[in-house]
C-alpha cells in the first residue's frame, strides 16, 4: 500500500494543523457501484464487488476516504427484521420489532463479534471491509457503516413511536437505546478490526428536523458518546465521524462533548457559522449540497461551491470537504472529481 498522504492530511485536518490542501471525503456509497455500471444488489451481497468499485473509485475521484457498498439495513435482517432490497436502491425496513415496554424488555441483540448472531453483518459488511483493505493501493482511510444508537432504535421501536414515547414514557426509550448502544459498539469494534481505519456512523435521527436538542443531550449524546469511547478503548488510532442530516446547529453545540474527532454536517447548515461554532473544540466535514450541485450542477459549478465552502469552513483548518450527505447515485463522476480536485487547487489559486 502506498503512504499518497491521505491519512496524514486528515490527521492533519482533525488536529486542527494547517495543510497544503483540504482533505476530501467523496461520501460516496451505492454510487461506485452505479458508475461502474454494476447493480446495488450485486454489490450489496458481494464483498468483492463492494470493494473494488469502492476503491476504484475513490482513486478516480481524488478522495481521501473509501467506503464499500454497503448497505446498513442489511444488520436488521440479523435481527428478525423483515426488509427488502430493491435492484438499485438500500434495504428499506418493513415495520418496527418492539414498539413497547414489555417487547423491549424482551429484546435480545446480537454481538457482532460472534458470527453466528449476525451472519449478514458478517458476510456483506465485515467481508467487504476485509477485501477493501486487502486490495487498497494507497493509504487511503477505510470507513465502515452503522447507525447511531437512537436511529438504531427508532427502526427496531418505529421512529414515531419512539418520538412520541420520549414525551410520555422516557425510560422506555432510554432503556432501548441503552440495549442498542451495546451493539452498535461491537459493530463498530467489528468493523475496526475488519480493516475500517475510523469509527464512522450515521445518525440521522439525531438531527434537529425529529428532535430538539434537549432531547438530544438525554436520548442521544450519552450514547453516542459511550460508542466513541468504546471505539477508542479498542482503537486509539482510529479517529471517530459522526454524520448528522438537517439541522445540527445547536446539536453541534454539544458534540465535542461526545468525544468525537468531527461531526460530518448537511448542507441545511451555514457552514461559516458551523465553524464559528466547532471552533477548535471539534473538526467538522462538508456540506456542499449533494442533490443541487453534486447531482444537478456541473464541475464548474461544483468547483465553485466547494471554494465557497472552503473559505467559509476551511481556512483554518479542522475541515474536511465533502457533500452534506451521501453523493446521490446517479451522480456523474467529472462531477465528484471535481470536489477532489477543488479541495487541491483551491489554494493554488
Same mark, same amino acid.
Given at each position: 500500500?502506498?503512504d499518497a498522504?491521505?491519512? @496524514?492530511?486528515?490527521?492533519?485536518?482533525?488536529?486542527?494543523e494547517?495543510?497544503?490542501r483540504? =482533505?476530501?471525503?467523496?461520501?460516496?456509497?451505492? !454510487?461506485a457501484? $452505479?458508475?461502474?455500471? +454494476?447493480?446495488?444488489?450485486?454489490?450489496?451481497?458481494?464483498?468483492?464487488?463492494? #470493494?473494488?468499485?469502492?476503491?476504484? $473509485?475513490? +482513486?478516480? !475521484?481524488k478522495?481521501?476516504?473509501? /467506503?464499500?457498498?454497503?448497505?446498513?439495513?442489511?444488520?436488521f435482517?440479523?435481527?428478525?427484521?423483515?426488509v427488502?432490497? =430493491?435492484?438499485n436502491?438500500?434495504?428499506?425496513?418493513? %415495520?418496527?420489532?418492539?414498539?413497547?415496554?414489555?417487547?423491549?424488555?424482551q429484546?435480545?441483540?446480537f454481538?457482532?463479534?460472534?458470527?453466528?448472531?449476525?451472519? %449478514?453483518? $458478517?458476510? &456483506? +459488511?465485515i467481508?467487504?471491509?476485509?477485501?477493501?483493505?486487502?486490495?487498497?493501493?494507497?493509504?487511503?482511510?477505510i470507513?465502515?457503516?452503522?447507525?447511531?444508537? +437512537?436511529? !438504531?432504535?427508532?427502526?427496531?421501536?418505529?421512529?414515531?413511536?419512539m418520538?412520541? #414515547?420520549?414525551?410520555?414514557?422516557?425510560?422506555?426509550?432510554?432503556?432501548?437505546v441503552?440495549?442498542?448502544?451495546? *451493539?452498535v459498539?461491537? *459493530?463498530?469494534?467489528? *468493523?475496526?478490526?475488519?480493516?475500517?481505519?475510523?469509527?464512522?456512523?450515521?445518525d440521522?435521527? @439525531?438531527?434537529?428536523?425529529?428532535?430538539? =436538542?434537549?432531547?438530544? #443531550?438525554?436520548? &442521544?449524546?450519552?450514547?453516542? /458518546? /459511550?460508542?466513541? @469511547?468504546?471505539?477508542?478503548a479498542?482503537? /486509539?488510532?482510529?479517529p471517530?465521524?459522526? $454524520?448528522?442530516c438537517?439541522? !445540527?446547529?445547536?446539536?453541534l453545540?454539544?458534540?465535542?462533548?461526545?468525544?468525537?474527532?468531527?461531526?460530518?454536517?448537511?448542507?441545511?447548515?451555514?457552514?461559516g457559522? #458551523?465553524? @464559528?461554532?466547532?471552533?477548535?473544540?471539534?473538526?467538522?466535514?462538508?456540506?456542499?449540497?449533494?442533490?443541487?450541485v453534486?447531482?444537478?450542477?456541473?464541475p464548474e459549478?461544483?468547483?465553485?461551491?466547494?471554494?465557497?465552502?472552503?473559505?467559509?469552513?476551511?481556512?483554518?483548518?479542522?475541515?474536511?470537504?465533502?457533500?452534506?450527505?451521501?453523493?446521490?447515485?446517479?451522480?456523474?463522476?467529472?462531477?465528484?472529481l471535481? *470536489?477532489?480536485?477543488?479541495?487541491?487547487?483551491?489554494?493554488?489559486?
Amino acid at each position: 500500500m502506498k503512504d499518497a498522504g491521505h491519512r @496524514s492530511c486528515v490527521e492533519a485536518a482533525l488536529n486542527h494543523e494547517e495543510t497544503d490542501r483540504t =482533505p476530501v471525503n467523496n461520501f460516496v456509497l451505492a !454510487t461506485a457501484a $452505479h458508475s461502474a455500471g +454494476i447493480s446495488v444488489e450485486a454489490a450489496r451481497w458481494d464483498p468483492k464487488i463492494s #470493494a473494488k468499485v469502492a476503491v476504484d $473509485h475513490a +482513486i478516480k !475521484t481524488k478522495s481521501d476516504f473509501v /467506503k464499500p457498498v454497503l448497505d446498513s439495513q442489511v444488520v436488521f435482517v440479523d435481527l428478525g427484521m423483515q426488509v427488502r432490497f =430493491p435492484e438499485n436502491d438500500y434495504g428499506q425496513v418493513s %415495520k418496527p420489532l418492539a414498539t413497547d415496554a414489555e417487547q423491549i424488555e424482551q429484546l435480545t441483540l446480537f454481538d457482532a463479534n460472534i458470527a453466528s448472531e449476525c451472519p %449478514k453483518f $458478517h458476510s &456483506s +459488511i465485515i467481508a467487504a471491509l476485509q477485501e477493501t483493505a486487502r486490495i487498497i493501493p494507497e493509504d487511503l482511510h477505510i470507513c465502515g457503516l452503522s447507525w447511531g444508537p +437512537i436511529t !438504531t432504535a427508532g427502526y427496531i421501536m418505529g421512529v414515531e413511536n419512539m418520538v412520541m #414515547a420520549m414525551l410520555i414514557e422516557p425510560e422506555t426509550v432510554e432503556k432501548l437505546v441503552c440495549k442498542v448502544t451495546k *451493539m452498535v459498539s461491537t *459493530m463498530e469494534t467489528a *468493523m475496526l478490526d475488519a480493516g475500517a481505519t475510523l469509527m464512522w456512523m450515521a445518525d440521522p435521527t @439525531s438531527s434537529e428536523d425529529l428532535i430538539s =436538542p434537549d432531547m438530544f #443531550a438525554q436520548f &442521544s449524546k450519552p450514547f453516542i /458518546k /459511550k460508542v466513541v @469511547s468504546d471505539c477508542n478503548a479498542h482503537d /486509539k488510532t482510529a479517529p471517530t465521524f459522526v $454524520h448528522i442530516c438537517g439541522n !445540527t446547529l445547536r446539536v453541534l453545540e454539544q458534540m465535542p462533548e461526545t468525544g468525537a474527532d468531527c461531526l460530518s454536517f448537511d448542507h441545511a447548515v451555514d457552514p461559516g457559522k #458551523a465553524k @464559528s461554532v466547532a471552533g477548535s473544540k471539534i473538526a467538522i466535514m462538508g456540506n456542499v449540497d449533494p442533490v443541487q450541485v453534486m447531482m444537478m450542477g456541473t464541475p464548474e459549478t461544483v468547483t465553485k461551491a466547494c471554494y465557497d465552502v472552503i473559505t467559509a469552513a476551511g481556512l483554518n483548518s479542522g475541515f474536511i470537504l465533502a457533500p452534506g450527505c451521501e453523493t446521490p447515485i446517479s451522480t456523474c463522476d467529472e462531477n465528484i472529481l471535481a *470536489m477532489g480536485e477543488a479541495a487541491r487547487t483551491y489554494w493554488t489559486r
